[in-house]
């Protein structure tokens, strides 16, 4: 158990609200990554941190943004949403630095009208 | 630009069968990382293995087994007798050395039937 927790595990919202995930972590690890997953796409990285403070986008970054103001704390925000941003959003730690593997969160499932 | 390939998007199997899942990878790095998860029924994904890039040596884990060809850039995943449990979406995924672009492939999605 890699102590991850995601808030809220279910969302339903409207478009154009402002929309914001928390991910939180027990154990002080520096790496922490928020993927959505898609059928047919699998998990696509949006941002991840490297630290507080350090954050970088992934693949799938327009639309999105993160802050990290604590080390446990790694919050995911839809400015405003949009329906094509409806999908199952994983937060996942890595234990080993930056190479090991990654530990997931059970998701947030978030649908937008 | 890293890249990771599953071209089987589902497959169904009678239990007890053998089953072989295919990945395909792409990346400019001479060091990098492979991995494999699997996503069950009930949506949490877990992990199941590491590999990196200078380890060829295949891995043997009860009913499960990996393969890995640097030569063909593939990280195969075989289940052995396989069992309803092992019903799931697999995921087989890449890193580079500094983990700042972590690649996961589409998924396979393993029926396993009774």
């Known amino acids: 158990d890699a102590g991850i927790t995601q808030s809220p595990r279910h969302k339903v919202t409207e478009t154009g609200t402002p929309v914001t995930l928390r991910c939180h972590q027990t154990e002080n690890h520096r790496y922490m990554y928020w993927y959505r997953q898609d059928p047919g796409h699998g998990l696509r990285l949006i941002h991840y941190?490297?630290?507080?403070?350090?954050?970088d986008k992934g693949e799938v970054s327009d639309g999105y943004s993160v802050s990290r103001s604590k080390t446990e704390d790694f919050l995911l925000t839809l400015e405003s949403a949009t329906s094509s941003q409806t999908s199952v959003y994983f937060c996942a730690i890595s234990i080993e630095d930056n190479t090991g593997e990654l530990f997931f969160g059970e998701g947030s499932r978030l649908t937008v009208l | 630009a890293q890249k990771v390939t599953q071209a089987q998007t589902e497959i169904s199997v009678v239990e007890k069968e053998d089953v072989t899942l295919d990945c395909v990878y792409e990346?400019?790095?001479?060091?990098?990382?492979l991995f494999w998860y699997k996503q069950p029924p009930s949506g949490e994904l877990v992990f199941l293995i590491r590999?990196?890039?200078?380890?060829?040596q295949n891995e043997i884990s009860g009913r499960y087994s990996w393969n890995f060809q640097k030569s063909t850039s593939s990280f195969n995943f075989t289940i052995t007798a396989s069992q309803v449990v092992d019903s799931a979406v697999y995921f087989c995924?890449?890193?580079?050395?500094?983990?700042?672009?972590?690649?996961f492939g589409p998924g396979t999605r393993l029926s396993v039937l009774p």
């Open positions: 590999r990196n890039s200078f380890d060829e």
């Open positions: 941190s490297y630290g507080v403070k350090d954050t």
């Open positions: 990346t400019r790095d001479t060091t990098y990382y």
């Open positions: 995924a890449l890193s580079d050395n500094y983990g700042q672009n972590f690649v």
